[in-house]
Each structure stands twice: as structure tokens, then as C-alpha cells.
């Protein structure tokens, strides 16, 4: 296993179009994590994974925001009607185990909405 | 609720010298880990260094390591020997023990000159 791997890397599309980001994590992980990330800050959490059930969602995350953890395997990130304010890095982590625990990184998906 | 704050946007070293990036932070968990992350140019965000906040002596990984002050919420990170390959962008996180939310600081760039 190479890690977590996000696809796309890249994603340019029209306000108002709905998009969807797939993140495949490290396979014996529990936990799979979404954070968004814009220029110059750090991640902001969006939502959590254990295994298939999503335990927590940031107030960041609106209703057009939807993720899921189908047999707890990839996850994917669904923003329907995007904005231009979706524009920003979206990073995917997981880890073993409990939150405390050292979460490993995707190399995250830009998403640039025109 | 949980906030870090770096104060330090941007810090430079010369290569074989130490430097000290900060962090503050505030929580309102009774028990939860501290965390610096490196996330270089266009690369993946990995872990440089973890810390208990049950455990008063300080974390040690190679030529990384902390000064954590729990009463004061301080969690500073201090590169020895500086090298090239430490320039990156520093992140520094609080998550509690058994929660999935974490909350990032907005980065230290650090540069290394030669």
C-alpha cells in the first residue's frame, strides 16, 4: 500500500455544478478524515469516519456537502451546486486506531470553481 | 471548543543552526494530544511530532523536539541542525483522545538558507 490516495488531484468546474472526490485510505485504516484547506491556513475539519459510520460534522459543512464511507473502504466527497467559495484544497487523512493516533495525508484535490 | 494559534506566519534559519516555531492553543478537552505536522511545497502533510498532554516530559524525535507547557498552553516545536529538506510549512494541531475533530494553527513557513 503507497498511502491515501485522493482522485482527482485537480478539479476545475462551473459555478453551480455538483462535483464528487473519491479518497482511497490506507487499507487496514479505521478512520478516514476530510479537512478543507484554502491558501495560507491550516486544514479545517469537515467530517470523520469510523470505519462506515460518519461520527462528527463540522458546522462548515452545509447541506450541499455530503460524504460517505460505504463498507468502511474509500469515501467519497459529494458538493452539490458549487460556489465560489468551494474553491480550496480538499485533504483526506486516516489513521488506526483511535484520533489520537498519527493520521497520514493525501496529497488532496484542488478544486477550482469558475 | 478548540483553538491554536501560531503566531509566527513566516521564520527563516541558516542550514546547521535551531530554530523554534510557536503555538498556542486552547482546549476544552481534559484530555487530548498535540501534534506538529510538515506539509512541504506541493507535497503531503506528515507527521513530525507527537505529544501526550497527560505526559510532562517533553517529546523527542531526532533533531525535533517540543517544550510543552501545559499550565501556560504552549506547544513550541525546535528544529536542531537545521537542513534544506526542513523548509516547509509547520502545522500545529490539538485533537482529543477519543474525538475525531481536530483543530489545526494557520502555519509557520520556514525557510533555510544555505
Known amino acids: 500500500d503507497t498511502g491515501v490516495s485522493q482522485d482527482p488531484r485537480h478539479k476545475i468546474t462551473k459555478r453551480g455544478q455538483n462535483v464528487t472526490f473519491r479518497c482511497d485510505p490506507i487499507?487496514?485504516?479505521?478512520?478516514l478524515y476530510w479537512y478543507r484547506q484554502t491558501l495560507g491556513q491550516g486544514p479545517e475539519f469537515l467530517t470523520y469516519?469510523?470505519?462506515?459510520?460518519?461520527?462528527?460534522k463540522s458546522r462548515l459543512l452545509s447541506d450541499r456537502f455530503s460524504a460517505e464511507r460505504p463498507k468502511g473502504s474509500f469515501s467519497t466527497l459529494e458538493i452539490q451546486r458549487t460556489e465560489q467559495g468551494d474553491s480550496a484544497m480538499y485533504l483526506c487523512?486516516?489513521?488506526?486506531?483511535?484520533?489520537?493516533?498519527?493520521?497520514?495525508f493525501g496529497q488532496g484535490t484542488r478544486l477550482t470553481v469558475v | 471548543a478548540q483553538t491554536v494559534t501560531q503566531s509566527q506566519p513566516e521564520m527563516s534559519v541558516q542550514e546547521a543552526e535551531t530554530v523554534t516555531l510557536s503555538c498556542t492553543y486552547d482546549?476544552?478537552?481534559?484530555?487530548?494530544?498535540l501534534f506538529w505536522y510538515k506539509q512541504p511545497p506541493s507535497r503531503q502533510m506528515i507527521l513530525v511530532i507527537r505529544?501526550?498532554?497527560?505526559?510532562?516530559q517533553n517529546a523527542t524525535e531526532n533533531r525535533f523536539s517540543v517544550n510543552f507547557q501545559k499550565a501556560a498552553k504552549s506547544f513550541s516545536l525546535k528544529i536542531s541542525d537545521s537542513q534544506l529538506g526542513d523548509a516547509a510549512m509547520y502545522f500545529c494541531?490539538?485533537?482529543?483522545?477519543?474525538?475525531?475533530?481536530?483543530?489545526f494553527g494557520d502555519g509557520t513557513t520556514l525557510t533555510v538558507k544555505p
Open positions: 494541531m490539538t485533537i482529543g483522545t477519543n474525538a475525531g475533530k481536530s483543530t
Open positions: 505529544q501526550e498532554a497527560y505526559k510532562q
Open positions: 487523512a486516516s489513521s488506526l486506531g483511535q484520533g489520537a493516533n498519527e493520521a497520514f
Open positions: 482546549t476544552s478537552e481534559s484530555d487530548y494530544y
Open positions: 487499507s487496514e485504516h479505521n478512520r
Open positions: 469516519f469510523q470505519n462506515e459510520a460518519q461520527l462528527e
